[in-house]
């Protein structure tokens, strides 16, 4: 299509120019977290006859979205360039080009994600969710509570700037659930734990008044967490497997994440089982699922004390006084050193590498608009 014609018709078809290009199905895409604020940010892509849209589902160069007109699969080619901290990933809103072949031009900021240092040894970090609000972590009553696992999981929760939510499932499958209730508890300070069943309905009501905004099930493969989503949405939606006998593992049931609005407000993500849970610049998570010793360590004598052998150290005073379990302690540090680690693969090299694709897509949006001013 040459620059002419482009010009007769503007770079859309006449057909998408007849989608509504202001925010006017509050049952549409309010359903899925879209809001006021949103909206007035979108103003300058509404001008450029582009759409706002909610990432469900990404595979490979297509992706499943939600528009104020129902769901669409659109392409998303450069600029995103190869970094996944910019390629779009479920829970993104991103512009949409409408038209037979729905394009996603740009991805509008994130006020959250849930990133991983991916298990191939590359330095970029893996996005699991994007725009999410509470992280329900769904660990399993039916296996011996892995205390690291969930300091793992906690910490990428936390990172990831919404508010994790500990839930315990399967009460229904052990005599005594209490005992693995405040084991996770001290594991979890400042995160509310929940004991739940699908099978008796235990706290799935409390886990529902929990959930704010956007929510994202984590966990390994087996632990529920569609079984607990099910529950949530109130109908069989997401679609659940047996879990081994010998060892309670999952099979990997759910394969691709999935986003569907709850009955009661809210949005639900739902994930694959985590195989592996590497941080990636998780810092401020860590001081947060550890802040316990972030607090004994104020009162080190020693503002750079490394909890060791020095003197006038609160740290190792409440490991000997009993109050601090050592393995808390080893476990902080295994992890401080395994984030350092991962942190500095994130080198100054692809921060700027971001930085430069981040203004070639603004620069790409706009020559898209400059392109859309110049038509009579
Ligand atoms: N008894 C009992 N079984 C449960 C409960 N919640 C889940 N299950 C069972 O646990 C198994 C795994 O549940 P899923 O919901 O598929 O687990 P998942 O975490 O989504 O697993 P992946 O999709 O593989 O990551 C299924 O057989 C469920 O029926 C519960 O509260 N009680
Ligand atoms: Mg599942
Ligand atoms: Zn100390």
């Not at 895409?29 to 706002?52: C, I």
């Not at 910019?86 to 080009?97: I, K, M, S, V």
């Amino acid at each position: 299509m040459g620059v002419a014609s482009a010009s007769r018709r503007g770079p859309f078809s006449a057909r998408c120019l007849t989608l509504p290009h202001t925010f006017t199905d509050p049952s549409g895409l309010s359903r899925y977290g879209w809001t006021d604020a949103l909206d007035q940010d979108f103003t300058e892509h509404y001008e450029a006859g582009l759409l706002p849209a909610r990432i469900s589902r990404v595979d490979r160069g297509l992706c499943s979205a939600i528009t104020a007109s129902g769901p669409v699969r659109a392409t998303f080619a450069a600029p995103h360039g190869p970094d996944p901290l910019l390629t779009p990933c479920t829970g993104d809103w991103a512009a949409l080009r409408p038209g037979t072949d729905p394009h996603l031009v740009a991805l509008l900021p994130r006020h959250s994600a849930i990133v991983r240092s991916p298990a191939s040894g590359s330095s970029h970090g893996q996005v699991l969710a994007a725009n999410i609000d509470t992280v329900v972590i769904a660990l399993s009553l039916a296996v011996p509570l892995d205390a690291a696992k969930l300091e793992r999981l906690l910490a990428l929760a936390w990172e990831s700037g919404a508010q994790p939510v500990m839930v315990l499932t399967k009460a229904d499958l052990v005599a005594d659930p209490e005992a693995a209730y405040a084991e996770a508890g001290a594991l979890a300070p400042g995160v509310d734990v929940l004991v739940t069943s699908v099978a008796t309905g235990r706290h799935i009501d409390a886990l529902a008044a929990l959930l704010r905004g956007t929510t994202v099930l984590l966990g390994p493969s087996g632990a529920g967490k569609s079984s607990l989503g099910n529950a949530l949405l109130g109908e069989e939606r997401l679609a659940t497997g047996a879990v081994r006998t010998q060892d309670g593992k999952g099979r990997h049931t759910t394969v691709s994440r999935e986003l569907v609005p709850l009955p009661g407000g809210g949005v639900l993500i739902d994930t694959p089982g985590l195989r592996g849970i590497s941080l990636h610049d998780a810092a401020d998570g860590l001081e947060q699922v550890f802040a316990e010793i972030e607090h004994l360590a104020r009162a080190c004598r020693f503002s750079d004390c490394a909890h060791d052998s020095e003197p006038g150290c609160a740290v190792q005073a409440a490991i000997r006084a009993g109050e601090l379990p050592q393995r808390r302690l080893d476990s902080y540090r295994k992890l401080r050193r395994e984030n350092a680690w991962a942190a500095s693969r994130t080198d100054a090299r692809l921060r700027d590498e971001r930085a430069r694709r981040q203004k070639a897509i603004t620069s790409h949006l706009r020559a898209t608009y400059k392109f859309r001013d110049q038509q009579p």
